[in-house]
């Protein structure tokens, strides 16, 4: 199993970034997968989830509206679209497989959003 994190970067407030995951090794249609996010020192703050299809995605309320999940299974694929970038939204994003308990995590992609 292999999760590859890409997109992050340096925003300012009121900016986008568009988080892809690409995903190997596994049948990636069968799995929900979700994004979390981390800030050194805190613990892991679940950001999004998408089920197998793509037809059901929940937010963390401090992202709903801003950010969009999506997937592409023909291509393996998981992103993360964020819009309004907040400096609170600085973090390390992380793809895991899972919905609520996840098993494989991938590097992850620094997101720095600064004023």
């Known amino acids: 199993v292999q999760l590859v994190e890409s997109g992050g970067g340096m925003v300012q407030p009121g900016g986008s970034l568009r988080l892809s995951c690409a995903a190997s090794g596994f049948a990636f249609s069968t799995y929900d997968m979700s994004w979390v996010r981390q800030v050194p020192g805190k613990g892991p703050e679940w950001v999004s989830v998408?089920?197998?299809?793509?037809?059901?995605?929940v937010y963390a309320k401090s992202t709903k509206g801003r950010f969009t999940i999506s997937r592409d299974n023909g291509k393996s694929a998981l992103y993360l679209q964020m819009s309004s970038l907040e400096p609170e939204d600085t973090a390390r994003y992380y793809c895991?497989?899972?919905?609520?308990?996840?098993?494989?995590w991938g590097q992850g992609t620094q997101v720095i959003v600064y004023s």
């Open positions: 895991a497989r899972g919905r609520t308990m996840y098993d494989w």
């Open positions: 998408i089920d197998t299809d793509g037809g059901n995605t």
